[in-house]
């Protein structure tokens, strides 16, 4: 069996966006005096997109909120969150390199609840935008994670653009229980990188747990895949 392709996480993975995204929330909710801490959003909310989070802590706190409301919402948070996206570089580092090494192996797709304007800016930014095949964001309107439509449409949006694949033969990067577990349930195998949550509360979902992506070269991954 060989690697057919690797799918990407965003955020926490080849970005470090997290405590952007949360600031961004911050901001949003402050002027509804609502609040939102560090602990809280990394506890219970890391793994949502922008949709999603708005109504879990709708319901958690128990907000009465509109579609229209959420909508308005998740319109300054994306406006806000490209304004700091656009001031510097967030790349984690060994992103780009992983990135470029592994597009000279197999096809390259993104599977992340971030919504594709974020992403592509990044990347482009980056110098890698072109390595990725495909987009799977919250851009397209499916569930987001742990549900597996994110990787579902990446899967297919990258047997679009390539040959057939198969699921049990690619891999998943990823930062969180969350995502681990949307990729699990798309039928993929996992790499968990330890730049969010620690490996303790990783490994239980991943064939391979690393504490950096520089760490992840192509004899560990054929490994996994049982080259």
């Known amino acids: 069996m060989s690697l057919q392709a ?7 993975v080849i970005a470090d966006t997290e405590p952007l995204h949360l600031r961004a929330y911050q901001a949003v909710l402050e ?18 997109d922008d949709v999603g989070l708005f109504q879990a802590l709708a319901k958690d706190r128990g907000l009465s909120l509109t579609p229209e409301k959420i909508e308005e919402w998740v319109d300054q948070k994306s406006h806000i969150v490209e304004q700091m996206l656009s001031s510097g570089a967030i790349l984690f580092p060994g992103a780009v390199d992983c990135v470029r090494m592994l597009a000279g192996r197999v096809p390259l797709a993104v599977a992340s609840g971030a919504l594709e304007p974020e992403i592509d800016l990044v990347l482009r930014g980056a110098g890698v935008r072109d390595h990725f095949v495909a987009i799977a964001s919250a851009s397209d309107g499916v569930r987001g994670k742990p549900a597996p439509d994110l990787y579902l449409l990446a899967i297919a949006k990258l047997r679009a653009r390539t040959a057939a694949i198969d699921p049990a033969s690619c891999i998943a990067i990823e930062d969180s229980h969350w995502g681990l577990e949307a990729a699990r349930k798309a039928g993929l195998r996992c790499v968990a990188v330890t730049n969010t949550y620690p ?11 690393v504490d950096r992506l520089s760490e992840l070269t192509l004899s560990r991954i054929d490994e996994m895949v049982g080259i």
């Open 199 to 209: 490996a303790a509360e990783l490994t239980s979902a991943a064939d391979l747990v």
């Open 31 to 48: 002027k509804e005096s609502i609040e939102l801490g560090r602990d809280d959003y990394y506890a219970h909310y890391l793994g949502y």
């Open 6 to 12: 690797v799918f990407f996480d965003f955020d926490g």
